[in-house]
């Protein structure tokens, strides 16, 4: 069962463009992290949010977690060609064993058009 | 400061054999967790290693097993392979308990192939 919803599934924009990717769940998770996945590799961590509310920046992307942590977003400004890949939203979820779990979203593909 | 590490990059095998895929976490971490990402999908968690036990297991059958070392280096294992395993399998280490929040750390993944 997927508990992480995210939208759109697929962006085609031009370059210098705003985007907005969102990701939302009925889950409250501890933090909630955003990775950028290129094509056969791992994904790499952008960032991580763990107070509801928080906004975090990294450049052109700005993060912001629900006041619930229930959901979260990545607002890009002026995209750039380098921008492309798969935007992935991670939620962590504390264990029984005090471990984290994470639950991935469906993914978001950009594709930035130059 | 080393990353998450894994091996094989890639690896071809036929139907009904096993696989063995290796990682080696990110130094000072302690958790492994396992992935398979079909492709042009989000992650699937396969399951978890923390002190050398599996913590955590998503909805996988028991042809999926692991291992976990002393120096916190996990293996996956996949018995009688079908041609619906083809996926990359991630490795993501973390630090295992007493935070607040977490932090999640991939390696390059392993492409597996089976024809």
């Known amino acids: 069962t997927q508990l992480l919803e995210q939208s759109p599934q697929f962006l085609s924009i031009q370059e210098g463009e705003n985007l907005t990717v969102y990701c939302n769940s009925s889950?409250?998770?501890?933090?909630l992290q955003w990775y950028r996945q290129e094509p056969g590799e791992g994904p790499v961590l952008l960032v991580t949010v763990v107070t509801g509310g928080e906004v975090k920046k990294l450049k052109r992307l700005t993060f912001q977690f629900g006041d619930a942590r229930k959901d979260s977003s990545l607002h890009i400004t002026a995209a750039q060609t380098g921008d492309t890949g798969l935007y992935l939203c991670a939620g962590a979820l504390r264990t029984t064993s005090g471990t984290y779990k994470y639950i991935f979203g469906t993914g978001t593909r950009l594709k930035v058009l130059a | 400061d080393a990353g998450v590490t894994q091996s094989p990059t890639h690896l071809i095998k036929t139907r009904g054999q096993q696989v063995t895929l290796r990682c080696s976490p990110k130094s000072g971490h302690d958790t492994v967790s396992w992935y398979q990402q079909a492709l042009g999908q989000g992650p699937q968690f396969i399951f978890q290693?923390?002190?050398?036990?599996?913590?955590q297991r998503g909805n996988f059958p028991d042809r999926f097993s692991g291992h976990q070392f002393p120096n916190y280096s996990s293996e996956l294992n996949v018995n009688a392979l079908l041609l619906g395993d083809s996926a990359l399998y991630l490795c993501?280490?973390?630090?295992?308990?007493?935070?607040?929040?977490?932090?999640?750390?991939f390696g390059p993944g392993t492409r597996l192939t089976v024809l």
């Open positions: 290693y923390y002190e050398e036990e599996e913590r």
């Open positions: 993501a280490s973390s630090l295992g308990t007493g935070f607040s929040y977490n932090e999640q750390f």
């Open positions: 889950s409250v998770f501890s933090s």
